[in-house]
């Protein structure tokens, strides 16, 4: 059980920025639901840490569980009815030019009207991840994963100029 403790608080001091990004992303820059999707994703690490067996990097094995604790949120809320609030109401009629923070949030929101596959390759991309592990955490080629990616640059694109 000590030997546990250890292992997870190692884990979790280096992958808490990681996972608390790809939460993010998923969760389309809402940071409540992001500190409670990184609590969900160590809740389940902490479960699972003694069927961990090696095979992988405890990085890729982590963005399995993120990913699967990420899906398994927008599944649920899928079945729940959301009343969006009109965020697009501003005073005054000047428009001063974006901060990084509004570019940031502008990113994010476009990122979260991409499919949820997209968005995880999109996350990780920022994240700087391997296209190895990307790839083996997605479960395609690396040739396949670059096109994805291009597509996904070009869909996200499309959607700022848009708006």
Known sequence: MINNLQQFETIYNNYRSMVSSLCRGFAKGDMDLTQDLVQDVFVNV????????????????????????????????????????????????EHPSPTAAEREKTLYKAIGQLDDIDRLVIIMVLEEVSYVDIAKVIGITENNLR??????????????NHE
């Open 46 to 93: 902490w479960s699972a840490l003694d069927n961990f067996r090696g095979e992988s990097s405890h990085k890729t094995w982590i963005y399995r569980i993120t990913v699967n604790t990420c899906l398994l949120q927008i599944r649920k809320d899928k079945k729940t009815i959301k009343v969006a609030l009109d965020e697009s109401v501003q005073l005054g009629t």
């Open 147 to 160: 096109v994805k990616i291009h597509r996904i640059k070009s869909r996200i694109k499309t959607i700022i």
